[in-house]
């Protein structure tokens, strides 16, 4: 049986818990209590429930049962203040509250899985470094450090324990959201993996999108004094996979000048800033609004690498247009489908409406030919509405028509609230919308 629940999945028969395709080790009283809360998330399970199904009734201390329950918030990507999965009910005990659903075991589910590390004390000897051979990848890595500043010097280590936990919990929940990796953490800096073990063509939108998000979630961490933190992203060819069981060895998984300067831009980056290596930005196109901080001299990188800050993503309309801007490239071929979607924009100018559904490989180029029909067609009367969808975004029903409204509205990127509800009216007064439908637009929006 395997019990699904966000973007997790629970395998008691293999002892693995996975986030999308990372397995996340977790230590075998951790994974107990997991198993137990969910199987038992119809009540409310007691403190004795829990020391007889982990501890086999053993007694053992507040302390350590406190810590268990943490880790496996965790685990989960929950802490205490959110109680998102796991909630205590004071007096009580505690349950487990997310959506679970249950299906049937299948052999092959985990077969591509690697581990996510949550915290490097509690390192298991993951098999994904050593079942794999050395491989030459693309890889993009984050490198993310949280910075605990002045007014934390003196706080207890305790606190600090508790903040970093959190910080942690933070960093695999935002790595797990944009499919990146949590290679390895140590004390307040994690190093996240774009590109590995499973690779994605918008693996540097995918980092940046994550480390901005880290941003905001770090940020949003409820602390005594707020906090902060700051990445730096590279993207670069890497030896990656061999490795040996030795402790010390296990962090050259990646070998390459990449994690290097992904650490240095982190070192030098503000605050709440997001730095970004020349070779991610070429990758990225039009896709964030970035600030050039000039070039610097790294140790150990031969010649000064250009630094970008990603500041937020842009407004561009379509993934395809700020990936490639002005410079297309003349079309080849494609004569006949092209003129086939000429012919069906005469009927439908003769009145015959038509609908064309373009589908395709990924690359195959649907996007190049529907650019090639809009330039035909340019200089004729139309009324033109786009709406994307974009993989990061498969979370949100309604993305693509919140974008259309967006930009025929013409929101602009420091609108105040109320100006973008004037110009969202002023948009819909133009059509009949009703004031309710109208209300429920701008909630979207
Ligand atoms: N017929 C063509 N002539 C010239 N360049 C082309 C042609 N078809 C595709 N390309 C180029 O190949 C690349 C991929 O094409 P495109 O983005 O249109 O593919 P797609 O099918 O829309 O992909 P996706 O499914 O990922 O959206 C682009 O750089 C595009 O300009
Ligand atoms: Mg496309």
Request: hydrophobic share 40%; charged share 25%.
């Amino acid at each position: 049986m395997l019990y699904f629940f966000e973007n997790f999945v629970l395998d008691p028969a293999r002892r693995e818990l996975r986030c999308g395709n990372a397995l996340i080790a977790v230590q075998p009283q951790v994974f107990d209590l997991l198993e137990y809360l969910i199987t038992n998330r119809d009540r409310v399970v007691s403190k004795d429930d829990i020391l007889e199904a982990v501890w086999g009734g053993r007694t053992v201390s507040e302390s350590a049962l406190t810590t268990r329950i943490n880790a496996t918030r965790a685990a989960v990507g929950d802490d205490g203040d959110q109680q998102r999965l796991i909630r205590t009910i004071p007096r009580k005990g505690i349950r487990f509250v997310g959506i679970v659903q249950e299906g049937p075991s299948s052999p092959h589910e985990s077969a591509a899985a690697a581990p996510v590390q949550m915290e490097t004390a509690e390192r298991t000897t993951p098999g994904w470094d050593k079942a794999k051979s050395a491989e030459r990848r693309q890889l993009t890595i984050a490198s993310c450090e949280l910075l605990l500043g002045a007014e934390n010097a003196g706080m207890d280590p305790e606190d600090i324990r508790e903040i970093l936990r959190s910080y942690h919990s933070r960093v695999a929940e935002t790595a797990c959201r944009h499919h990146g990796q949590v290679a390895h953490t140590y004390g307040n800096t994690a190093v996240l993996y774009f590109g590995y073990p499973e690779a994605h063509e918008d693996d540097p939108d995918r980092a940046v999108r994550a480390a901005l998000d880290l941003v905001a979630a770090t940020a949003a961490l409820k602390t005594p004094t707020p906090l902060q933190t700051r990445v730096g992203i590279a993207t670069g060819l890497v030896v990656v996979g061999e490795m040996t069981d030795a402790g010390s060895a296990q962090e050259r998984g990646i070998i390459g000048e990449t994690p290097n300067i992904a650490a240095q831009l982190q070192a030098l980056a503000e605050p709440d800033v997001v730095v970004i290596a020349e070779s991610t930005r070429k990758l990225l196109g039009n896709l964030f609004d970035l600030q050039d901080l000039g070039t610097k001299d790294l140790k150990g990188i031969v010649g000064p690498v250009r630094a970008w800050a990603a500041l937020r993503p842009s407004l561009a309309a379509s993934r395809f247009e700020a990936l490639h801007g002005s410079g297309l490239t003349d079309l080849v071929g494609r004569d006949e489908e092209l003129e086939l979607l000429l012919r069906r924009w005469s009927r439908a100018k003769a009145g015959e409406g038509q609908v064309i559904l373009l589908s395709g490989e990924p690359g195959i180029g649907k996007s190049r030919l529907t650019a090639a029909l809009v330039e035909a067609i340019a200089s004729e009367p139309q009324v033109r509405l786009r709406n994307f969808c974009a993989p990061q975004h498969v979370d949100s029903a309604l993305y693509p028509t919140i974008g259309q409204l967006e930009r025929a509205a013409g929101f602009a990127r420091d609108d105040t609230s109320k100006t973008k509800l004037d110009k969202l009216d002023a948009l819909l007064a133009q059509s009949a919308t009703s004031p309710h439908d109208a209300a429920l637009s701008s909630r979207s929006c």
